[in-house]
């Protein structure tokens, strides 16, 4: 409808102007020197109008033309962008997935387009460091486009990792150092540095550390009994016999870092050596009534048997919530032997032999019942323990 309108109102204004110039007598004389031309009004009117009509054509073409070079070039410019865009997308969903040799392929054709950015080199090193080729990431790393740019803090986060790599503990950490407070605080950045300080044995430092990382979840559960295994393994070893140096250690540890057993196997080992094997018995009994660790025993197995009177009734506590556990068995045998406990001891190793029998108990048996008085049956356990010896022999 809007269209039939508009050709009714083109129609009747072609009409109104042809009325008007059929109407319209006057003359136009252009004189040049002594020549003149002679032309309507109507014609005038045309020709002025056409010619303006011209010039505007040529105007607005020469403008186009001056801008063509322009608009080529950024043609290509678009073009070249838009194969870098795919190019880095390929190279990043290739190292999500592990594809090594597709990401390199992706990125090789970035850098093909000539306007390879420092997120080029970013993901090109992400795919080497990936594949353990740290040479290869460090190389990426040196070149100068991939030392300036806004990605410039997850580079150095990568050069940290390769320094590492090689480890080069103090490089890695002044590479951390050098960054921005903000950006140091960042979870990547303080797992890094935890390692670099680890790698230094500074031991203090890096437990700090780990708790900062703790904080801000920067460490897997393997990470993080791992690292925290570590420092206080280098914090016992840093006290050595100084028995006020490994009660501070002990006493600065978290209630939570308690919990790991491998911190309390390196607690123990430590107070053990310093002479604190009361503090060392305290810390496993503590650990084992709050919460039943088989991994425990072999370290409390130590410390019960120099302090069997003390350690007695809290092995036998442990006996019985945990009456089948064959090791708990062996352990309340040996300090019931410790405290010349005779019959409990022979019982009891009887017991474990039953289950599990070896020359070992079975050498024992033997010098309990002599211990004892008991001859006839110290006699028959010494034939035991030479059937195991024999055996042994025989299958060696």
């Not at 093909?112 to 460091?129: F, N, Q, W």
């Not at 790393?141 to 320094?163: C, D, I, M, P």
Request: hydrophobic share 45%; aromatic share 6%.
């Amino acid at each position: 409808m809007k269209q039939l309108l508009g050709l009714l109102l083109v129609i009747v204004v072609a009409v109104a102007v042809t009325l008007m110039a059929q109407g319209n007598g006057g003359k136009v004389l252009i004189f040049f020197g002594q020549y003149r031309i002679d032309m309507s009004l109507n014609f005038a009117v045309i020709a002025v109008f056409l010619v303006f009509l011209a010039f505007y054509i040529v105007m607005r073409a020469w403008r186009a033309s001056s801008q063509l070079p322009g608009k080529f070039k950024e043609y290509w410019s678009n073009r070249k962008q838009n194969a870098l865009l795919k190019a880095n997308t390929q190279g990043l969903i290739a190292l999500i997935t592990g594809d090594e040799q597709g990401a390199q392929k992706a990125l090789n054709q970035a850098s093909k387009t000539g306007i390879e950015t420092d997120l080029s080199y970013l993901i090109r090193a992400m795919s080497a460091i990936q594949a353990d080729r740290f040479d290869v990431a460090e190389e990426i790393l040196n070149q100068e486009k991939a030392k300036v740019g806004e990605h410039s803090h997850a580079l150095v986060v990568l050069r940290g990792k390769v320094a590492l790599s090689k480890q080069d503990f103090s490089g890695a950490l002044s590479l951390l150092e050098a960054m921005d407070p903000l950006v140091t605080k960042l979870p990547q950045v303080q797992r890094l540095r935890l390692l670099a300080l680890i790698g230094l044995a500074r031991w203090q430092d890096a437990l700090v550390q780990y708790r900062a990382c703790v904080a801000v979840s920067a460490l897997t559960n393997g990470e993080r009994n791992e690292a925290l295994q570590r420092i206080y393994a280098g914090l016992a070893d840093s006290a050595g016999q100084d028995a006020s140096k490994m009660q501070n250690v002990l006493s600065n540890a978290k209630p939570v870092e308690l919990e790991n057993v491998g911190v309390l196997r390196m607690l123990a080992i430590g107070l053990m050596r310093s002479g604190l094997i009361t503090a060392a018995r305290t810390l496993l009994e503590t650990a084992l009534n709050q919460h039943y660790n088989k991994e425990l025993l072999p370290a409390y197995h130590q410390v019960a048997v120099l302090e069997p009177r003390q350690a007695l009734p809290n092995v036998e506590r442990l006996l019985d919530q945990q009456p089948a556990d064959l090791r708990l068995l062996e352990l309340a045998a040996d300090v019931c032997e410790r405290e010349q406990l005779w019959g409990k001891a022979i019982s009891r190793f009887e017991a474990v032999y039953a289950k599990q029998p070896s020359a070992h108990l079975a050498g024992k048996l033997e010098r309990l019942y002599q211990s004892a008085n008991q001859g006839e049956r110290a006699k028959l356990w010494r034939e035991k323990l030479n059937a195991h010896l024999q055996n042994d022999r025989q299958l060696a």
